[in-house]
């Protein structure tokens, strides 16, 4: 058998990225020795992980800086006069490296100084060159850290030389034949190491913050690939604090926040709770129903029963009944949810966002709680990982592959009626073990494109209503209007199967649509809906569970932000918040309201629905409507300008007061971990 002979140009291109892995894990370690006063005993355990992940960033970025000499190679492979180059590549690579090597300066003295990894936000100092440039030299051994740079390049160029000496030292390296497979090779593992994990995502700037320790994630980034993760995000979103401050009145009003203080921007509110004899300790389970809008359940639908048991749900149970999603996608949702301020973001969502990624958390509160999250699908989908495992406190992640018993019916994963089984099994396993109490959220997707039915479906059969009727209430099809049924009935099931656990009678659910979803026909909805677009953000709220003694209809407008705090109240615990969400359940005296954001259109509207009225602006086009009469498309904002002007400064400035929060809401120390 002939001997497998790896050619020298491969050899020297995977000893170049191996070279600068070595690197970036020794500065990895040089952080943590300097900056180790930081690291708690406690998170002892964590540094493990964070190597780990911060290993498949740092080959991510040492593979990214290789490209352009695998490149050269693959051409001096098939044509030798290319290397006349070499002494260009390696000027090239000794720049590159001094650049690199220079990021990382930087950011040690970013850290030092704020306590803070580098990212794009560092151009910021280029706004004022001369003071910025001042204050280094006079902070920072400038002159010795130059010529490390240079020193640096030199070695790195030498070093560049030198490999692609080694690359082509064997004359019969030039040769067609054979070279074109290990280029294809080199190509494929090159893109294998970039991606970084066997999954359905690459590794994302999310994945390293898998600690709610802000030090274990902060040694797990690599300052490079941390700029570039930003920059899109510094460039697109910020926040006006001015035009936060010029609403703050109105606002802090809203809110009911303790001390106001319109110069520091105070937002803060503790909330006291019941007295300890009337605090509860019932188990949580939040769960996210994929698209579950208002106008296509069987309240609004009864002829064709699309929701037959979140209908029996609603009817035995408190169900809001004016409730909204702050904006449209999943993401999203996920974001307002967990944080209690509303994704108003003008550029993908936040959750994709890692300069937000620190964020306070209101059922932090429960420290004697045990935390879970279940998906059909990965955490990695809208980065969402970040924004769970950094916040919630010790949260249990369950993904697909981390299921004992899962079957992957499409894009999304597992079904939800799978999701269901191994969300309650595994809840009921805990609580026997453990004997703690538990908050969990289970996010449902099945209810999307391609609407799969899974074969393991528990009895579930099609229903055929006809294309027409089925767009006429508020479905674009047959498919669709099943896909959804099975939603409702997987949901079913999971309470079938919770009522046969022991930990059922001590929980409450809190059931509701990440969002709504826009039909244009809908007759079944009030034309306001449809026109004024309400039908992309109205979702029902239903609390249930044996807790919950008799039904309640709640007609207070309220939306996504406001579980959380809703949580709190039902339980009577005290908590700490500076948040938008607010109690509008155990708080008579929290003012109504819900703030729209419509990001998918051009310019985005802002909005604000409170009760039958809804303030609507995009762009410079404004007013008042009474959503719900027929003449809903009628401006009323000179009938009534009292309730114009109090709604568009609700509106205007929740909205701005939500970007101040993105940057303004980090975790408080004591409570959160």
């Known amino acids: 058998m002939k001997k497998m002979v790896v050619p020298g140009w491969i050899k020297a291109y995977f000893g170049f990225i191996l070279a600068n892995w070595l690197f970036f894990t020794l500065m990895r370690g040089i952080f943590l020795f300097v900056f180790h006063a930081a690291l708690v005993p406690q998170a002892y355990h964590e540094l493990w992980k964070t ?29 030798h006069k290319a290397q006349i180059l070499r002494k260009a590549v390696a000027a090239f690579y000794g720049v590159l490296e001094a650049g690199v090597l220079f990021i990382y300066f930087l950011d040690f003295a970013h850290y030092a100084y704020i306590s803070m990894r580098v990212n794009y936000s560092i151009l910021k100092y280029a706004e004022n060159p001369m003071i910025s440039l001042q204050m280094a030299w006079e902070t920072y051994p400038i002159v010795w850290g ?38 294809f090779g080199a190509l494929l593992l090159t893109a294998a190491l970039m991606f970084g994990q066997l999954s359905q995502y690459p590794l994302r700037w999310s994945n390293a913050y898998h600690s709610t320790n802000n030090f274990i994630c902060n040694v797990t980034l690599n ?63 939040v769960i996210f129903m994929e698209s579950l809008a208002w106008n296509k359940l069987s309240i609004t639908n009864p002829d064709i029963d699309p929701t037959p048991f979140v209908k029996e749900l609603a009817d035995k149970s408190i169900l809001f009944s004016n409730f909204f999603a702050p904006t449209s996608a999943t993401a999203r949702a996920v974001f307002a949810t967990v944080t209690s301020i509303p994704d108003v973001t003008s550029f993908k969502t936040s959750s994709r966002n890692p300069l937000i990624v620190d964020q306070h958390v209101v059922v932090n509160a429960l420290k004697d709680y045990e935390k879970y999250f279940f998906i059909g699908g990965s955490a990695s989908w809208g ?5 769970l495992e950094h916040n919630l406190t010790d949260v249990h992640m369950y993904e697909e592959g981390h299921f004992k018993n899962e079957h992957r019916n499409d894009v999304w994963g597992i079904s939800d009626l ?32 391609p609407y799969t039915i899974p074969a393991d479906n528990a ?54 649509g990440d969002h709504g979803l826009s039909a244009p026909q809908s007759e079944n909805m009030p034309r306001g809906y449809v026109e004024l677009n309400l039908i992309n953000h109205q979702i029902p709220l239903i609390i249930a569970g044996k807790p919950i003694e008799k039904p309640q209809l709640v007609d207070r407008t309220a939306s996504q932000v406001d579980i959380l705090p809703i949580v709190m109240g039902i339980l009577g615990r005290p908590y700490f918040t500076r948040a938008i969400g607010r109690d509008v359940l155990s708080n008579p005296s929290a003012e109504p309201g819900s703030l729209l954001y419509g990001w ?67 975790k408080r120390d004591e409570q959160d971990n």
Not at 266 to 274: A, D, H, Y
Not at 419 to 445: G, S, V
Not at 642 to 664: C, I, S
Request: charged fraction near 25%.
């Open 51 to 79: 190597f780990y992940i911060g290993a498949k960033f740092d080959m991510r970025l040492a593979c990214a800086l290789a490209i352009v000499l695998g490149l050269y190679f693959t051409v001096c492979a098939f044509w």
């Open 146 to 183: 130059l010529l490390a740079l240079v020193l640096w390049g030199v070695l790195w160029g030498v070093f560049a030389n030198y490999v692609q000496k080694k690359a082509f030292a064997q004359t019969d390296s030039y040769r067609w034949k054979g070279n074109l497979g290990w280029f």
């Open 223 to 285: 300052p490079v690939l941390n700029i570039y993760d930003t920059a899109r995000f510094v460039k697109a979103d910020s926040y006006d604090e001015e035009k936060t401050r010029s609403y703050y009145d109105t606002v802090s009003h809203y809110l009911q926040v303790d001390n106001p203080n319109k110069e520091t921007l105070n937002f803060e509110r503790v909330i006291p709770g019941k007295p300890e004899t009337e605090q509860k300790d019932y188990n949580v389970v």
């Open 383 to 387: 980065n969402i990982r970040g924004i």
């Open 418 to 449: 799978d999701l269901f089984r191994e969300a309650n099994r595994i809840l009921d396993e805990e609580q026997q073990t453990k004997k703690k109490p538990f908050f969990a959220i289970i996010q449902t997707a099945g209810y999307h494109r």
């Open 459 to 512: 009895g579930f059969e099609v229903k055929d209503i006809g294309e027409d009727l089925a767009h006429k209430r508020s479905f674009v099809s047959v498919a669709e209007y099943n896909s959804l049924r099975f939603s409702d009935h997987a949901l079913r099931e999971f309470f079938k199967l919770a009522q046969k656990s022991d930990y059922y009678d001590n929980t409450i659910f809190l059931i509701f």
């Open 600 to 666: 998918a259109s051009s310019p985005a509207t802002i909005g604000f629905v409170q009760g039958e009225y809804y303030y609507h602006r995009q762009g410079e086009k404004e007013g008042l409507y009474k959503f719900t009469a027929d003449n809903y498309n009628e401006d009323i904002s000179k009938q009534d300008p009292q309730r114009f002007e109090h709604m568009k400064n609700l509106a205007l400035g929740l909205y701005e007061t939500a970007r101040y929060q993105f940057y303004h809401n980090q």
